[in-house]
């Protein structure tokens, strides 16, 4: 997302505003007549018309970013539920290893990412939303793009990664399942690299 978008400048402002960031990529693709006409519908309206108004205002400036920034609602990613394992094989912290002189910090904010935008707000899917601003999304990227597959598998360890309780991981996981694991690194390094050259920053939806 760029940093000085409407729907990001208007998000750092309106946490009710801000709530609606989860479907950013399908309300773009949603004309804001057809879901008015949809709201209107509910039995509800009258009861949410204020919520339901800044929704169709979000929809709008969605539209007008998106035609700023062609391709804007296909930049984004979906890390399932081996996103522990990924971190584990990226992280020397997750692994319990010590690293001297080694920060990897930035492994975390990768996948769950920066600055809480509202601390007393959640979205309406009931997660919170976090930031990382386009310069760090380049610092990242640039440290995703010195890890080969061949430099993650070397951590692939199944027993000993179910022994740190990596989320989903079986002792009797096998290659196959590495293989899994490493799509989801190429989607990551992909997605940060598409963010970077566009000089856009990222908007994470987690609990």
């Not at 773009?28 to 008015?36: I, K, T």
């Not at 990596?166 to 190429?186: G, L, Q, T």
């Not at 963010?195 to 994470?204: C, K, L, M």
Request: aromatic letters at 12%.
């Amino acid at each position: 997302m760029p940093a000085n978008c409407e729907v990001m400048a208007r998000s750092l402002l309106d946490p009710e505003f801000a709530s609606n960031l989860a479907y950013f990529a399908s309300y773009c693709e949603q004309l804001p007549e057809e879901l008015q006409a949809e709201l209107e519908d509910c039995e509800d309206y009258d009861d949410y018309a204020e919520e339901y108004a800044v929704t169709i205002e979000f929809l709008k400036a969605a539209h007008r970013t998106c035609s700023r920034y062609p391709g804007l609602e296909h930049r984004c990613l979906y890390l399932g539920r081996k996103w522990d394992m990924l971190r584990y094989l990226l992280s020397h912290e997750r692994r319990r290893e010590k690293a001297p002189d080694i920060d990897d910090s930035w492994v975390d904010r990768a996948i769950f990412g920066g600055e809480i935008l509202h601390e007393d707000k959640i979205s309406i899917t009931g997660l919170t939303f976090h930031y990382l601003e386009p310069y760090e999304v380049s610092t990242i990227s640039e440290h995703l793009n010195g890890i080969s597959i061949e430099m993650l598998h070397e951590q692939w360890h199944p027993q000993k990664m179910s022994k740190v309780g990596v989320y989903k991981i079986h002792p009797e996981d096998s290659e196959s399942d590495f293989y899994y694991v490493a799509e989801d690194f190429h989607k990551l390094k992909t997605f940060y690299q598409l963010a970077r050259q566009h000089g856009e920053g990222s908007i994470t939806n987690l609990y």
